[in-house]
T-cell receptor
């Protein structure tokens, strides 16, 4: 079945540092890939998406590229802010259905 | 405003006392689903519905029921809650075939 693997553990970094969160997936066919963000006390919000190989999703300074050859969709931001502190989930949706499979999430803490 | 509304936001109950968590969306979405979020496990789908009167099990359906009598509402029912159902629950909705899912703000349930 479809599955998503995110790197283990929380991520703590200083303001203006470079952020990378790794995400790899297993899926049949041609899934769509997503990053969702969960701010404290809130539900999940779509951060960015990519629907086919080599697509780059981007939003709010975050980027991720759909790499079919490495089955990866790593999230990056060049200069994080304290307001980026949140939990980030990688997710995929299989081709032809609405069901989302989520990774376990990564808590990101940005310190001033 | 387009939104998914869950109630209640917080609930403490005792083992075996039936409860219902409501979910309502105002976007005319066909697809609705329930997830539970647990530390270290990410989000796991409990049940989903592709339209009125069409529901199916997700990955962790044991101990839960749902119904979809109207398009906008998708309540989650715990007939006999147990402590292992203590969790953070999210309702989500989307158009069929759409890329973005919209999430409610979550319901934190504690079963003692």
């Amino acid at each position: 079945g479809n599955s998503v693997t995110q790197m283990e553990g929380p991520v703590t970094l200083s303001e203006e540092a470079f952020l990378t969160i790794n995400c790899t997936y297993t899926a049949t066919g041609y899934p769509s890939l997503f990053w969702y963000v969960q701010y404290p006390g809130e539900g999940l919000q779509l951060l960015l998406k990519a629907t086919k190989a080599d697509d780059k999703g981007s939003n709010k300074g975050f980027e991720a590229t759909y790499r079919k050859e490495t089955t990866s969709f790593h999230l990056e931001k060049g200069s994080v802010q304290v307001s980026d502190s949140a939990v980030y989930f990688c997710a995929l949706r299989g081709y032809g259905n609405n069901r989302l499979a989520f990774g376990k999430g990564n808590q990101v803490v940005v310190i001033p | 405003e387009a939104q998914v509304t869950q109630n209640p936001r917080y609930l403490i109950t005792v083992t075996g006392k039936k409860l219902t968590v409501t979910c309502s969306q105002n976007m005319n979405h066909e697809y609705m689903s329930w997830y539970r979020q647990d530390p270290g496990l990410g989000l796991r789908q409990i049940y989903y519905s592709m339209n009125v009167e069409v529901t199916d099990k997700g990955d962790v359906p044991e101990g839960y029921k749902v119904s979809r009598k109207e398009k906008r509402n998708f309540p989650l029912i715990l007939e006999s809650p147990s402590p292992n159902q203590t969790s953070l629950y999210f309702c989500a909705s989307s158009l069929m075939g759409a890329h973005e899912a919209f999430f409610g703000q979550g319901t934190r349930l504690t079963v003692v």
